[in-house]
């Protein structure tokens, strides 16, 4: 039996260093001409979500997506040398990755607000792409809302993998309580963890069942990982 396992990105597998803000801010120029006056509020928005938002503050109307998706992915892979001096992936990430990868029946992917170009970008700066099916992914254009993406995860998976279907187990892991509403919204699992700007305790508030400090504890996380998917 198969079983799935979708990872955040930003604060959950890497720290960008303010890269992704400033990814949003040159995509807004290129857009309209214009610095932007505000930072783009992110924390777990998808980037429609957030361009959205972006535009919304400056009193403007959002070009269609297929110009925004363009400008972002231009704006990310411009920054990608950036973000590997200025970033990092976060302590205990490459070996949860390999161990997990090696847990059986697991197929393991992404489940993030970026749009998929801007997030191979972030992957691949730091080489953990290797470590993913990104073809059964759920990126920042599949959808305004985090549990939008989901069934889209689930969906992708199941057209790859014989085995996967409505009924396989699911674990979503996160560091916002946005991760936490997606899974229960679309009655999967989380695993939260408190790497970003959100605590243990704001986590718990949200429903974590279960939260981690961080993802340095390799036999914690599969620890939590398993009982999830149970």
């Given at each position: 039996m198969r079983r799935l396992v979708y990872w955040d990105i930003d604060h959950t597998l890497i720290e960008n260093s303010g890269i992704s803000k400033e990814t949003y801010a040159a995509a807004y120029e290129a857009l309209t001409g214009e610095v932007p006056r505000a930072a783009a509020v992110t924390e777990g928005r998808t980037d429609r979500s957030i361009m959205r938002g972006l535009f919304d503050a400056h009193g403007r109307r959002m070009p269609s997506w297929s110009e925004v998706e363009v400008a972002l992915a231009r704006a990310g892979s411009a920054r990608f040398e950036a973000l590997q001096k200025r970033g990092?992936?976060?302590?205990?990430?490459?070996?949860?990755?390999?161990?997990?990868?090696?847990?059986?029946?697991?197929?393991?992917?992404?489940l993030t607000g970026n749009i998929r170009e801007n997030a191979l970008v972030k992957l691949a700066a730091f080489g953990l792409d290797g470590f993913l099916d990104l073809e059964v992914g759920a990126y920042g254009a599949d959808g305004d809302d985090r549990a939008e993406l989901?069934?889209?995860?689930?969906?992708?998976?199941?057209?790859a993998y014989a085995e996967v279907d409505e009924r396989t187990p699911m674990v979503l892991v996160g560091d916002t309580p946005r991760d936490v509403a997606a899974a229960f919204d679309?009655?999967?699992?989380?695993?939260?963890?408190?790497?970003?700007?959100?605590?243990?305790?704001?986590l718990s508030a949200a429903g974590a069942p279960f939260v981690l400090a961080d993802l340095q504890e390799t036999d914690a996380v599969l620890e939590a990982i398993e009982q999830a998917l149970a």
């Open positions: 990092t992936a976060l302590p205990g990430v490459r070996e949860v990755l390999k161990a997990v990868g090696r847990m059986d029946g697991v197929v393991q992917s992404v989901v069934p889209v995860a689930r969906a992708r998976a199941a057209h679309s009655g999967v699992n989380i695993v939260a963890v408190a790497s970003g700007v959100h605590d243990d305790a704001a």
